[in-house]
């Protein structure tokens, strides 16, 4: 049986990969995987990242937003866009994604944004450098993030936009999904 292709973050619950050496268990991920057909990725390892690894971040630096590694002062910003670009550019069809919130690479509008001279916090509402991607070149490309599986409605539209976009509806789906206690 054919289901709707959505790119997911290798994090949840598929390797540990993260910058801590963990993963990320989602019961709504977890509930929706017979409905789709999922094809994990990872920016970060994309670019070379070991697991577990220093933290990288998301830096203002002379008006330019950069992906920083403070732990060794080097940048990563022209590796996380070609890897996104060429990632995006080669994966073919797709109806949506499910991205790591707050992460640096894949968060959607909630990551940190830090001042690079100063190191002090600006923003909680950036978004991460394959995410801004993703959306730059696909606008209209369904994208969420495990924060936003938590809000009903926000699922609910979310899963409606992979089914339409795949030319299906969502209805057993979203009865088993929402039938759960929440």
Same mark, same amino acid.
């Given at each position: 049986m054919k +289901?709707? #292709?959505? !790119? #997911? =973050?290798r994090c949840f619950g #598929?390797? +540990?990969? &993260? !910058?801590?050496?963990?993963?990320v268990i989602d019961r709504n991920v977890e509930t929706i995987k017979? !409905? #789709?057909d999922f094809r994990d990725f990872c920016p970060e390892t994309g670019i070379g990242f070991p697991s577990p690894r220093e933290k990288i971040r998301v830096v203002r630096k002379d008006g330019v937003l950069e992906l920083l590694?403070?732990?060794t002062g080097r940048f990563f910003t022209g590796e996380m866009? &070609? *890897?996104s670009t060429d990632f995006i550019n080669s994966i073919g069809r797709f109806d949506g994604f499910i991205l790591k919130g707050k992460s640096p690479s894949c968060g959607v509008k909630n990551t940190k944004l830090y001042d690079y001279a100063t190191g002090e916090l600006i923003s909680t509402g950036a978004s991460g450098f394959f995410a801004s991607t993703l959306l730059g070149l696909f606008p209209e490309t369904p994208v969420?993030?495990? +924060? =936003? *599986?938590?809000?009903a409605t926000e699922t609910a539209i979310f899963l409606d936009k992979v089914f339409k976009r795949y030319g299906g509806t969502?209805?057993?789906l979203l009865t088993e999904l929402f039938s759960l206690e929440r």
């Open positions: +289901k709707p #292709i959505v !790119y #997911i =973050s #598929i390797a +540990k990969c &993260r !910058y801590d050496g963990d993963w017979k !409905y #789709i590694q403070p732990a866009i &070609r *890897f969420i993030t495990e +924060k =936003s *599986f938590e809000d969502p209805n057993a």
